[in-house]
């Protein structure tokens, strides 16, 4: 995924939806972070745990089977990347790492 688009969702019997909320579920921020984590450390053959995450937003929440679309905007050092679903805006966010990894 070096510059470019990935699409992911959660099916709704995912264990995470019985505490995420009973009676209205939502996607957990942390998994959407993990998700971007993922997916940039293996553009960057790098670990995640060599990722900093700078800043993230999140602005609407995304229910389950809802698909996700994130966008990464890659640079020397950082990545800003932001999350869709159809056009509105999930979350958005920059992460870090150092060239010395």
Do not use: Y
Request: glycine share 6%; charged share 25%; proline share 9%.
């Amino acid at each position: 995924m070096a510059e470019g688009t990935k699409t992911w969702s959660l099916p709704p019997e995912h264990p995470v939806f019985r505490g995420h909320f009973p009676g209205n579920p939502i996607v957990p921020g942390v998994m959407l972070l993990e998700w971007v984590l993922d997916e940039v450390a293996h553009t960057l053959r790098r670990a995640p745990s060599a990722l900093r995450i700078r800043e993230a937003k999140f602005f609407t929440p995304l229910a389950p089977a809802q698909r996700a679309e994130l966008r990464c905007e890659m640079g020397e050092q950082r990545c800003s990347f932001s999350i869709q679903h159809e056009s509105v805006q999930i979350a958005r966010g920059v992460l870090e790492w150092s060239a010395h990894d």
